[in-house]
């Protein structure tokens, strides 16, 4: 399915990879921390959301949220573990010295450690 823009992706593992690619991406650039900030999926209450936003920010919160699937959090509304969870889980095991990686292809990131077992 082709993504639209300004609409969720529909697909639970873009988030894997959007955190793999934008770890990376973060690591090369020198950032040392960072978060996540979505940890579970979330419907919104309008009537709780009409207290701070308009009549017409609360109906695109209620749409957006409780009708188009959304793949944010690292859990979902029922408590399962969504791909993104294991993507952190993956980036946590990464230790050691950071070795190079060549390819064919400029296209195609990686990240290769060599964890010191001395």
Do not use: C
Request: hydrophobic share 40%.
């Amino acid at each position: 399915m082709e993504h639209v823009a300004g609409e969720p992706d529909h697909e639970p593992v873009f988030s894997a990879a959007f955190v793999l690619q934008t770890t990376l991406g973060f690591y090369k650039k020198g950032l040392t921390r960072s978060s996540y900030y979505h940890i579970r999926d979330y419907f919104v209450d309008p009537a709780v959301f009409s207290k701070f936003l308009s009549g017409r920010g609360t109906a695109f919160m209620a749409r957006w949220w409780n009708e188009m699937p959304q793949y944010d959090g690292l859990y979902d509304n029922q408590g399962r573990v969504r791909p993104a969870y294991y993507a952190f889980k993956l980036l946590s095991l990464i230790k050691g010295q950071e070795l190079p990686v060549t390819g064919a292809t400029a296209d195609v990131h990686a990240l290769r450690r060599a964890e010191d077992r001395g």
